[in-house]
């Protein structure tokens, strides 16, 4: 069955327009001001791949927890975590989402359900097995997703978890985000195998490849594998094939792309175009409804930034706190 | 007419009441229930040392055998602990922490400070500890000073079957990530276990024998070893006293400055390898804290620096033993006169 924008309610999809449209905006003011040079540490954007988020999470609720990557903003947006206190954060302010102390890479919800962008490349599948485990026994239904990168989807912490995930038939969906680049290695040096979905046969799960510009697709497919899961049916991999629009790294000059790569992906592979596109010629949405909402994200944005610049720091009292609950 | 338990059957009483009261309270381990898939008997080991023989019967699917598969498995209890279960996860050996360390110094013990304060992972990782066994490098180690090291981790390592319990206890109820060491060569160990349920705070070190004359500090195994140094030096005329730090993180410190404050000298004895060990942690800070009250220079009895050997003749002269301390303890005293 194709995926379609008439499948959809249409204030979900104004809504899904807005989550990733208030991806996007977060991640290309973070470019701008990270290049500004206030902000500390290090920053890896997730423009570019925003219909996989969405498309995924727009499925779950605050019960459901998802373990994220290092390139996590994007999750955190998805999964309800509040943007003016995810930019706090990322300037290592108080009022941060982490009170400053974890920053880009460590922003959590865990009310929310979201355990944590990662430092640590495939940490996070580990950690959604045990999610997973936990709503087994919680009885309510609730799943777990573990993103990946498609470079660390090679650690054996996701490799193990494929099959931890098997053996105990956990509510959890694997997604491999294949945006083609671990760091500056390409996608096609790092992994041998043509896709990820032969690597879940490998470890009896079913697998799935989407296009993971196309939000429609992911959104259908994620709804598919999140249902077995809800139901009882087990885990599964889907596999989200995308494009990054910035670097590794803030601050990387990105020789390893090809000539013209980077113009092509955003004139041809951009996800919110192809979103707009499909709505707008469907006639789900017209294009003042998505210019309101557009105008919306970027004052919300704005605001966000003028706060975060404003919010204190955290002081030397909260260098010693909240390292055990008690010790 | 107290009852007596080993160490193995009161870390087994310990879980069992636990999982009794805390329907939140899952265990999940290689071998923990052992047999299953196969045609045989299941429960067939209980623990690759048998500790946790029975509890499936009881417990059913709240005690999970798991593949071998330590970063997978570790990983799992840690993030099931973040969602509001308390996992208690056996690592078998300690040595194997190497499989799965990420898990446990960037994951577990970091959540809640990298959180701003938001996370509590009430996890318990058991693992074996220590030499003594003949089981070689790999099997052997005591990697106490690597946890200890690590902020937000707790670590504990009980010398005897009450400790074992009240501190698993306490371990399973705290809600902090525990590394909680058992010595593999303690297990059979029989000593005074109360029936009912009870907790031992953490950072409460035992003086397990009274002196004036010098403070031995020690944990696990080698409290023993440190209670047979004492009783030799007894017939000597020297006092020692015997400190058994219970856990290392949290440390309790004051008793034992306290302790070096009235006997003016200190051994150190730590079964873990001599560098950056517990034994240079304690002496560094009653240097710092207490070197007034100091009336020699510290010593310290340790295995030397290197890996743990096979061969028997050579495992023994590699652990620290009743010898080797009660030398210490009287280079500590050589020039004072009584």
């Not at chain 1, 879940?200 to 598919?224: K, M, R, S, Y």
């Not at chain 2, 690759?48 to 029975?54: D, E, F, S, Y």
Request: net charge negative; hydrophobic share 45%; proline share 5%.
């Amino acid at each position: 069955m194709t995926s379609h924008p008439l499948a959809l309610d249409p204030a979900a999809i104004l809504q899904a327009y807005r989550t990733m449209r208030t991806i996007r905006e977060f991640e290309e003011r973070l470019h701008v001001e990270f290049a500004a040079g206030d902000m500390p540490g290090f920053v890896h954007l997730y423009a570019g791949e925003e219909a996989s988020a969405v498309g995924i999470i727009s499925h779950l609720t605050d019960a459901d927890r998802i373990a994220s990557t290092h390139r996590g903003h994007g999750h955190c947006i998805a999964k309800g975590v509040d943007v003016m206190a995810m930019m706090k954060e990322i300037y290592g302010r108080k009022g941060g989402s982490c009170q400053g102390k974890g920053g880009s890479m460590h922003i959590a919800d865990i009310d929310k359900g979201m355990l944590g962008a990662n430092g640590i490349l495939g940490a996070g599948a580990p950690l959604a097995c045990g999610a997973a485990l936990a709503a087994k026994y919680q009885g309510k239904g609730a799943v777990a997703i573990n993103f990946v990168g498609d470079g660390a989807s090679n650690q054996g912490t996701f490799l193990e978890s494929l099959n931890l995930a098997a053996v105990w038939n956990l509510p959890i969906v694997f997604v491999v985000e294949n945006n083609g680049y671990a760091e500056a290695t390409s996608r096609n040096y790092g992994v041998a195998v043509d896709s990820f979905v032969d690597r879940a046969a490998g470890f009896g799960l079913p697998g799935i490849a989407v296009d993971g510009t196309d939000f429609f697709a992911v959104h259908e497919a994620a709804g598919e594998v999140i249902r077995r899961a809800r139901e009882g049916g087990g885990p599964s991999l889907m596999e989200c094939r995308m494009v990054r629009f910035y670097g590794h790294f803030e601050g990387d000059a990105q020789g390893y792309r090809g000539p013209g790569e980077l113009e092509d992906i955003r004139a041809n592979r951009d996800c919110l175009k192809h979103f707009v596109a499909a709505v707008t010629t469907t006639g789900v949405l017209g294009a003042a409804a998505l210019a309101a909402v557009d105008a919306e994200v970027a004052a919300l944005i704005d605001r966000a930034v003028i706060e975060a610049k404003a919010a204190p720091h955290p002081v030397a009292a909260d260098l010693l706190t909240d390292v055990y609950v008690s010790y | 007419m107290a009852r007596k338990l080993s160490i193995r059957q009161a870390i087994n009483e310990a879980i069992d009441q636990e999982m009794s009261r805390d329907p939140r309270v899952i265990m999940m381990g290689e071998d923990i229930v052992g047999g299953h898939g196969s045609e045989g008997e299941i429960d067939c080991w209980g623990g690759a040392l048998g500790v946790t023989k029975g509890l499936y019967g009881k417990y059913g699917d709240r005690l999970l055998d798991t593949p071998l598969s330590e970063s997978a498995y570790v990983g799992a209890a840690i993030g099931a602990a973040v969602c509001g279960m308390r996992p208690i996860a056996e690592l078998q050996f300690i040595d194997f922490m190497g499989v799965c360390f990420d898990q446990i110094y960037n994951q577990a013990a970091k959540f809640r400070y990298m959180f701003g304060g938001k996370a509590q992972t009430p996890v318990v990782i058991r693992a074996m500890i220590g030499a003594g066994f003949r089981a070689a490098a790999q099997h052997s180690q005591m990697l106490t000073p690597i946890f200890t090291h690590i902020p937000g981790l707790k670590v504990v390592c009980p010398s005897n079957p009450y400790d074992a319990k009240g501190l698993l206890i306490q371990a399973i109820r705290d809600n902090d990530p525990v590394i909680f060491g058992e010595h593999k060569v303690l297990y059979g160990i029989e000593g005074e276990v109360p029936e009912a349920s009870y907790a031992i705070p953490f950072g409460e070190a035992n003086i397990v024998r009274d002196g004036d004359d010098c403070t031995i500090v020690t944990y696990g195994m080698m409290v023993h070893r440190a209670l047979e140094a004492a009783a030799l030096l007894e017939k000597e005329g020297i006092d020692a006293e015997v400190i058994d730090l219970r856990t290392l993180s949290p440390l309790d410190m004051d008793t034992i400055l306290e302790s070096v404050e009235r006997t003016g000298r200190l051994v150190c004895v730590d079964e873990a390898s001599p560098r950056c060990n517990i034994a240079t942690d304690i002496s560094a800070q009653v240097v710092q804290a207490a070197f007034a009250a100091l009336q020699a220079p510290i010593m310290m009895v340790t295995p030397p620096h290197v890996p743990v050997p096979f061969s028997p003749v050579l495992e023994d002269i590699y652990l620290p033993d009743s010898t080797k301390i009660a030398a210490a303890v009287r280079r500590t005293l050589e020039g004072k006169r009584h």
